[in-house]
Structures are given as C-alpha cells and as structure tokens.
C-alpha cells in the first residue's frame, strides 16, 4: 500500500535534513527552554544541533543581548553537565553575569587569541571536539567558504556552534543554517520595584534552512524564555510615554 503525500514527503525531509547539516536533539533532550512560536519556526520545530547558527548585532547593546539570549540556549545545551568554549580576540562578556542564565562560569572554557584568523583557526578545532556542548566564536566577518569549513566540522562531531558577528561589514552568504539578529528591549521592573528587571530581547530569525523566518519578543524568568504577549509590550510602552 503507497504512503500518503504527507508521509512520502516527511520520510524524504528526514533524510534530507541530514545532508544539509540539519540534526535534531532527541526527544529527551533538554532542548525545550520555553521558546515557543520560535522553535515552531524550525524544522521538525526542534532546534537545530550539530549545526553552526549566526548572530548579527549592532553596537555593544546589542553585543551583550545577543550574548544572554544565547547564554539562555547554552543553559539548555549544558544541562547534562557539559562543557562550552567560549572564543574570542576581545571578549567583552563578564563570566559571572552567565549565573543568571543558570550556568557557572567554571564550565565555559574563555579563549582568548589576538586577532580573528586565530578565532576562526580556534573555532574550527574546538567544534572537533565531541565532548563539548557548544563553542561560541566572535568573529565579525566570515566567509562562505570557512563558514563552511565550521559546518562540515559540527556534522562530524554534533557540537552546536554560535558565530557572534558584532558590527559585520559584509552580509554575504554564508553556510550557517539559521542567520538571526538580537537587539535589546527595555525591562520591566517587577511588581514595580526600583531596579532592573528581567533581560527582554526583540528576536528576529531571518534565515532558517527549511523554517519559517520571524519575529518575536521574548523575556529570560523562572530559568526559561517567556513569550511577551504584545498587549503587555504595548503597555508598557505607553507607560514609558505617559509616565
């Protein structure tokens, strides 16, 4: 008896997806960290692992919102007691600040080199290792070619790769499965105590292999990312106006 459409078609996905250097946490992984619409975007709507993943930023606001959204993913990555690097030619990330995310800074392994070509150099070893969790790399510029390079390393090792490009100069194409752009949204204190509130970020997916790009705003609370219904955003923003 012939399969459906519909059956022909996820049978086909399911091995496409691999080739492609798409691979897909297990049901039991602790990969569900309360994103949502966002993680509908992705294909088989699981968050792509053993891929290599870009973040664009503008200025150092959105450097460090993009560093904390993804040190909310990293929380989920490194639940079962894995290790992360961490490389860079000028870090600016403050260790300790990961202890909001629920991760110790003791289990990110800081690379500090001189300039981006020991970066990418760095990166690309690292993400041969497949004992760890994640390697992070801040590299402004890349090309398709060691983008690459970087995604035919994580599909033999299934380590998850997170280029940061801070100010890039060029937008080019590059081999990376998802291109994403993190900017910074004012917090809300809580029950309006003075102070910060929790960290909220503008979140924009505009390249997704075989997804839905979008946008979302999302808040860091209970160790999870939360969905910001827009009435609540819209509020809030009239309360800044009036206030």
Not at 134 to 155: C, H, K, M, N
């Amino acid at each position: 008896m012939l399969s459906s459409k519909a059956d022909i078609k996820h049978q086909l996905q399911q091995q496409i997806y691999p080739l492609q250097g798409l691979k897909h946490a297990p049901v039991a992984n602790a990969l569900n960290v309360g994103l949502g619409p966002i993680e509908a975007a992705f294909p088989n709507a699981s968050f792509p692992i053993g891929a290599i993943h870009e973040f664009l930023s503008i200025g150092m606001p959105g450097a460090a919102a993009t560093s904390g959204f993804i040190g909310g993913i990293l929380s989920a990555l490194m639940q079962n007691n894995g290790a992360s690097v961490w490389i860079s030619a000028s870090r600016l990330l403050f260790p300790p600040a990961l202890k909001a995310f629920g991760i110790e800074p003791d289990r990110i392994i800081f690379v500090d080199v001189h300039n981006e070509k020991e970066a990418l150099w760095s990166m690309e070893e690292a993400l041969k290792c497949n004992g760890l969790a994640a390697v992070i790399g801040e590299l402004p510029e890349i090309s398709f070619t060691a983008s690459r390079r970087l995604q035919l390393a994580v599909e033999q090792s299934r380590v998850t790769g997170f280029i940061l490009r801070q100010d890039p100069r060029n937008l080019s194409t590059t081999a990376c499965v998802s291109r994403w752009k993190i900017t910074p949204l004012v917090s809300v204190p809580e029950d309006d105590m003075p102070g910060v509130g929790f960290p909220r970020w503008n979140v924009e997916l505009l390249k997704i292999r075989n997804g839905k790009p979008g946008s979302w705003q999302v808040e860091w609370t209970d160790k999870r990312f939360h969905l910001i219904p827009a009435d609540a955003a819209i509020q809030f923003d009239l309360r800044k106006k009036t206030g």
